[in-house]
């Protein structure tokens, strides 16, 4: 059974999602994590099936990686799903001494949202200085979205009539959309990594005090 499905930073929910199959008797057998696509694999019963934690961790180099899952592997967690550089790194719980949960403490748990905290608030900054370009080299720019004439720099067009004016509007649209609205969807991608990163902060925050 194959199931689409992303999630943007709440991991609790991610391991909610698949306890339910899990208690249905359905084990999960590959993620692909860039295309949210989960496997399952129906089984005798939710008594056989492994659990599956979720911890989210971006290496810089391979050697790393291994480090990391071989740490996992020697206390009884198969990694399924995940990458270097894809941050949510999927575990099985394969052996029979391993323990319920992948962190040793509360606090390690909860720094799971803290990195992806950074993630997206190192997103939304990194497209502040890109956006203040193209808007400076007139590449696009969002403010005119409420004068969307200014868009377009056809001479004349507003003048012409008929069919001289319909053949210059549509062939300059898309071009008057990249200016306008490329410009706002920079804006709408600074937002939501900022609105992203700062609610995963908060979750951070909340299972830090929660550990007091």
Same mark, same amino acid.
């Given at each position: 059974?194959?199931?689409?499905?992303? =999630?943007?930073?709440?991991?609790?929910?991610?391991? +909610?999602?698949? #306890?339910?199959?899990?208690?249905?008797?359905?084990?999960? $057998?590959?993620?692909?994590?860039?295309?949210? *696509?989960?496997?399952?694999?129906?089984? #005798?019963?939710?008594?056989?099936?492994?659990?599956?934690? &979720?911890?989210?961790?971006?290496?810089?180099?391979? #050697?790393?990686?291994?480090?990391? !899952?071989?740490? =996992?592997?020697?206390c009884?967690? *198969?990694?399924?799903?995940?990458t270097?550089?894809?941050?949510?790194?999927?575990? #099985?719980?394969?052996?029979?001494?391993?323990?319920?949960?992948?962190?040793?403490?509360?606090?390690?748990? $909860?720094?799971?949202?803290?990195?992806?905290?950074?993630?997206?608030?190192?997103?939304?900054?990194?497209?502040?200085?890109? $956006?203040? &370009?193209?808007?400076?080299?007139?590449a696009?720019?969002?403010?005119? !979205?409420?004068?969307?004439?200014e868009?377009?720099?056809?001479?004349?067009?507003?003048? @012409?009539?008929? @069919?001289?004016?319909? *053949?210059?509007?549509?062939? +300059?649209?898309? =071009? $008057?959309? @990249? *200016?306008?609205?490329?410009?706002?969807?920079?804006?709408?991608?600074?937002?939501?990594?900022?609105?992203?990163?700062?609610r995963? !902060?908060?979750?951070?925050?909340? +299972?830090?005090?929660?550990?007091?």
């Open positions: 059974m194959i199931k689409h499905r992303f =999630f943007i930073n709440r991991i609790d929910s991610i391991e +909610e999602w698949l #306890e339910s199959y899990r208690r249905k008797g359905y084990r999960l $057998a590959d993620v692909k994590v860039s295309t949210g *696509r989960h496997e399952f694999v129906k089984t #005798e019963g939710k008594d056989t099936v492994p659990k599956v934690r &979720v911890d989210y961790r971006v290496f810089k180099k391979q #050697e790393d990686f291994e480090d990391y !899952l071989s740490l =996992f592997e020697d009884g967690w *198969r990694h399924i799903g995940g270097r550089t894809n941050g949510l790194q999927y575990f #099985e719980q394969a052996a029979p001494f391993a323990s319920d949960e992948i962190f040793s403490d509360s606090i390690s748990k $909860a720094k799971r949202y803290k990195r992806i905290s950074y993630m997206w608030l190192h997103l939304s900054v990194m497209y502040i200085p890109m $956006a203040v &370009v193209l808007h400076t080299s007139g696009f720019d969002f403010t005119k !979205l409420w004068h969307l004439k868009l377009y720099y056809t001479p004349g067009l507003w003048n @012409m009539k008929g @069919m001289h004016f319909w *053949r210059a509007f549509l062939f +300059e649209t898309p =071009f $008057a959309a @990249m *200016r306008g609205f490329g410009g706002l969807l920079f804006l709408l991608l600074i937002l939501l990594g900022a609105w992203f990163g700062v995963s !902060l908060f979750w951070y925050l909340k +299972e830090r005090k929660n550990c007091n």
